[in-house]
């Protein structure tokens, strides 16, 4: 053959090799849950034109070829917005981040029972929230939100102060959180003693919370109330903007914000920093707010994720105070005299950082790791004196995951450990109108928190799973009293198991079973373990309860309707009552026996959708509705002499409402318009223990248009105008349960909340 000739063919079956590799060239990569980082496994990837290339796997793997005329791929996943991914031959890997839809919660992958199953194929009462649920109102409290969700309640009155409860555990707490327990990107927000506060949070920096009601989580312990897991906000996927917000609104409303997203392949970056400001409905009700913060996620490798939370906040708030009936009927913008006469306030600076890390050895075997450390400083007058507190907490949290893939009954084991530990020196003086008087106690609190876990997942079929779980609790309070020395202990609470054991079965789409058994321990707060004198009680004991389960979950109708149905009898045992023993101090009983059973049910029905082709994209009713028929079994208040004063056997549990109601209505068109409207009502329920006094049923209506729309290649645009409290109702949402009135006054129950007000606002976002 002619050299040349050889050389010829030679180099054009080269060519034509090379052109048929760059023709093949694979784009490989996964896709996750954009807020909780969990692998997402059945998701289609489509052309433009409507060609599937391909699907992740269990793993979210997947790998499709990248030489795809269009230069984009779609996904397409029930329960997660479709999404158009941008490629070129220069990518070779991508980390795909999906958003959930907050029409089909039900589809949603959920963490909080670390099983990757969506809610609907998940044992236990699990409800979700998305970053559009959360902002449906004017987005300054989760009030409107969480109040959506049947069993779970937020009280708030003014933005100083708000009582979060599950199934009524929380409801009596004295001021912040209580037996419910709170974490941010799995970093425990609730302190080593069990209490929270969450104004450090900026509303709307969150991007989604699991709501896990009752003691049905393994993983996070064994609380009695349940857990709230807080995501903050991911930056979009393949976006990168930058975005100014504004808001105005009554009673000296207005916040500034601006947000930095950018979400890369290799780095997710969200960045926000906001200002806010509240004169208030009430009088000495005023409101400050300083929000910073970073939500960074890292794509190392394609077995490693590393993610680092960010956040400092600033609040300057007034409290008020509680108000009688007489105070509420003659002028309700007043302010508790003794708070205005001693200048009651919250001024206090957090600082929260936590650093994080998903790795998967292999298919089998991951681990998540995270360490953290939290500390504030605390100025606070109160009527009865003037607190000055410095605290500052460290720890960790750890779970192992293994898949040992038996052939008969696959099992998938999670282990892990959590350690918090909390110091605070704290200083109590006279309050002289808001000054700092002579000093009356020098006390340091060394609380430790511990808990290791145990899960397994078992299929016992197709459809059907046995969960078992386990977690072992311990918890310390070290005391130091340097005024009063004989004050100064140890309350260390005995070590406590609790079990869950659970069972589901789906049957198909339209209906998923699941029933389970758990427990509950829960210690009192380092604050309710006083007695009058400020000596540790040594009689006071944790509360701890059964919970007895039965969940019907599923989506009819084309997957149009999506429903949710709980029914649970929660037995407590040693439930921590409080009792106001002289003006500003509170001690704590544990009452004999008290009975929490229920049911709640939640319905969300999709009349339109966008592929139905109509101007409207989306049309969407939903109602929530709670019963609760709480009851102290017994409980008896005993005097100094331990003789029975008082006996409420078969009274209704304060502050419990027995019917609770939520209804609202999302309609979205397609040319950017855009309506929320909601329906709140609350029972008559009893304000103190006695049942001698209530709190008057009450409804609340809000609503909200707007418009946002993508006006140019380069900018989007949300302007938007609110009305809450539409029909003027005059009603207090957080009360002083058990208060007391001294000198024959009445007893001081009532916070006003605010009459007929609105709010607007408008968001301009760059695209880069």
């Not at 006006?711 to 002083?736: Q, R, T």
């Amino acid at each position: 053959m002619n050299p040349y000739r050889y050389l010829i063919l030679s180099i054009g079956l080269m060519c034509c090799f090379l052109q048929g590799m760059a023709q093949t060239k694979a784009l490989k990569g996964h896709i996750y849950d954009s807020q909780t980082r969990q692998p997402l496994a059945g998701v289609l990837l489509f052309t433009v034109s409507g060609q599937q290339l391909g699907k992740s796997d269990a793993k979210g793997f997947f790998e499709i070829s990248a030489d795809q005329p269009e230069g984009k791929v779609s996904t397409s996943m029930a329960g997660y917005k479709n999404q158009m991914i941008r490629i070129s031959s220069a990518d070779n890997e991508l980390n795909v981040q999906l958003e959930a839809d907050a029409v089909r919660l039900n589809e949603v992958r959920v963490a909080g029972y670390s099983a990757n199953k969506t809610s609907k194929e998940t044992a236990g009462s699990v409800a979700l929230l998305t970053a559009r649920d959360i902002s449906r109102g004017s987005a300054v409290s989760l009030q409107p939100a969480l109040n959506s969700i049947p069993g779970v309640r937020m009280d708030q009155s003014t933005l100083s102060e708000a009582r979060i409860s599950i199934r009524g555990n929380g409801v009596r707490a004295s001021y912040g959180i209580r037996n419910v327990k709170i974490y941010v990107n799995e970093i425990p927000v609730t302190e080593a003693d069990g209490t929270t506060r969450i104004e450090a949070l900026d509303v709307n920096s969150i991007g989604r919370a699991e709501v896990i009601k009752g003691p049905a989580s393994s993983i996070y312990g064994a609380g009695t109330g349940g857990v709230i897991n807080f995501q903050m906000q991911r930056s979009p996927y393949q976006e990168q903007s930058i975005e100014a917000s504004g808001l105005l609104g009554a009673y000296g409303l207005h916040r500034l914000a601006t947000t930095y997203r950018n979400g890369g392949d290799k780095v997710n970056s969200y960045v926000s920093y906001g200002w806010q400001e509240y004169k208030g409905y009430r009088e000495h009700s005023k409101d400050m707010r300083r929000f910073l913060t970073g939500n960074f996620q890292l794509f190392p490798s394609d077995k490693r994720i590393i993610t680092l939370l960010l956040n400092r906040t600033t609040q300057y708030s007034q409290i008020p105070g509680s108000l009688t009936l007489d105070q509420v009927n003659a002028n309700p913008l007043q302010a508790n005299t003794t708070n205005l006469d001693k200048a009651a306030g919250r001024y206090q600076t957090w600082t929260r950082i936590g650093l994080g890390q998903q790795y998967h050895f292999n298919d089998q075997f991951s681990n998540s790791t995270s360490v953290f450390t939290y500390f504030y400083d605390l100025n606070h007058p109160l009527p009865y004196a003037y607190i000055r507190n410095f605290y500052q907490s460290y720890g960790g949290r750890t779970r192992f995951s293994y898949d040992p893939e038996f052939e008969l009954f696959p099992t998938r084991f999670t282990v892990g450990a959590e350690f918090n530990e909390g110091l605070t020196k704290g200083s109590q003086y006279v309050n002289n109108k808001g000054t700092e008087g002579t000093m009356n106690a020098n006390v340091d609190y060394r609380n430790t928190n511990y808990s290791l876990f145990y899960q397994s997942e078992t299929s016992l079929g197709p459809k059907t799973t046995l969960t078992l779980g386990l977690s072992y609790n311990s918890l310390n309070y070290d005391v130091k009293d340097y005024l009063k020395t004989n004050q100064t202990g140890v309350k260390k609470f005995d070590p406590q198991a609790s079990p869950r054991i659970a069972l589901s079965h789906n049957f198909s789409e339209a209906l998923s079973l699941h029933a389970s058994v758990s427990s509950g321990f829960s210690p009192p707060s380092s604050s309710e373990i006083k007695n009058v004198d400020g000596s540790i009680n040594p009689v006071l004991q944790a509360e701890k309860g059964w919970n007895y389960e039965v969940n019907a979950k599923g989506n009819l109708f084309k997957s149009r309707l999506a429903y949710d149905l709980a029914v649970f009898k929660l037995d407590m045992k040693g439930e921590l009552i409080a009792q106001s023993v002289q003006q500003g101090i509170t001690i704590y009983n544990n009452a004999g026996k008290t009975s929490h059973d229920g049911a709640e049910l939640a319905l969300s029905y999709q009349l339109l959708k966008a592929e139905d082709q109509h101007e409207v994209v989306s049309l969407r009713p939903f109602a929530a509705v709670t019963y609760s028929d709480f009851k102290f079994k017994d409980y008896k208040i005993l005097n100094a002499q331990n003789i029975v004063t008082a006996t409420y056997d078969g009274n209704k549990l304060t502050g419990i409402a027995p019917w609770v109601f939520n209804a609202g209505v999302d309609i979205e068109t397609r040319m950017g318009v855009y309506f929320y409207g909601n329906y709140f009502f609350s029972d008559k329920l009893p304000l103190n223990d006695a049942n001698t006094a209530f709190n008057d049923a009450y409804q609340v209506l809000n609503a909200k248009i707007g418009f946002k729309k993508q006006l140019i290649k380069c900018l989007e645009v949300n302007v938007y105008a609110g009305l809450d409290n539409i029909l003027n109702e005059s009603y207090s949402s957080i009360v002083s349960l058990n208060a007391v009135g001294y000198n024959g006054a009445q007893s001081p129950f009532y916070s006003p909340s605010p009459k007929r007000n609105g709010y607007g606002g408008l968001n301009l976002k760059y695209l880069f």
